[in-house]
C-alpha cells in the first residue's frame, strides 16, 4: 500500500478500515472499523466493533486492533506502527493509543459527543503524557460519516 504516513495513502488506508466497519454490520454492532499498519504500510491486524457480539464493553474496534497487531509484533510496544479507524477514538481507546506507542493514529469522522483526540479532549497529545502519537483526522470523513448516521438512522 506505501508507507503509512504519506498522506496520499491514507484515503487507501481508510477504505480497508471502512470495509471492517461494514463488517460489524453483520452481528448488530455499531459500524466503526481498525486497521493497524506497519512501518512498510502493511496492514498487520484489522477489527471492528465487537460489543455485541462478544458482550465485551472494551470490544472497540481499536482496542481489538491493537490487541491483534500486539500478538502479531510479539510486542506491546507498537511505536512503529500506525492505526487507521473510521470514528475518532473515545477516551478509552484514545488511551489504549498512547499506552501501546502507537506512531501514527489517523481517524475519519469527527465525534462531537465522545471524540477525544479533537472534538471533545486531546487525550493523545496530551504534553503531560510520556507518548504522544502523531494524529490525521477527517480522511475520507462525510463517507464515514454517512455509515454512521445510516445505521443509528435504522436504529432509532
Known amino acids: 500500500m506505501g508507507h503509512p504516513r504519506n ?17 460489524a454490520l453483520r452481528h448488530g454492532d455499531v459500524p ?11 496492514m ?4 471492528h466493533n465487537e460489543r455485541e457480539l462478544t458482550g465485551d464493553p472494551t470490544a472497540h474496534a481499536e482496542v ?19 492505526l487507521v479507524v473510521t470514528l475518532e477514538p473515545c477516551t478509552m481507546c484514545a488511551g489504549a493509543l498512547v499506552l501501546a506507542r502507537i506512531a501514527h493514529v489517523v481517524f475519519g469522522a469527527y465525534d462531537p459527543k465522545a471524540g477525544a483526540i479533537a472534538s471533545l479532549w486531546d487525550v493523545v497529545r496530551d504534553s503531560r503524557l510520556n507518548h504522544r502519537p502523531a494524529v490525521t483526522g477527517g480522511i475520507r470523513e462525510a463517507e464515514c460519516g454517512d455509515l454512521l448516521r445510516d445505521f443509528f438512522a435504522k436504529h432509532r
Not at 481498525?34 to 512498510?40: N, T
Open 7 to 23: 498522506p496520499a495513502h491514507l484515503p487507501e488506508a481508510m477504505g480497508l478500515a471502512l470495509v471492517e466497519a461494514r463488517a
Open 44 to 47: 498487520v491486524a484489522a477489527a
Open 64 to 82: 481489538v486492533a491493537i490487541r491483534r497487531a500486539a500478538e502479531a509484533a510479539g510486542r506491546w510496544r507498537l511505536d512503529d506502527h500506525t
Open 32 to 42: 466503526i472499523g481498525a486497521v493497524v499498519l506497519a512501518p512498510d504500510g502493511s
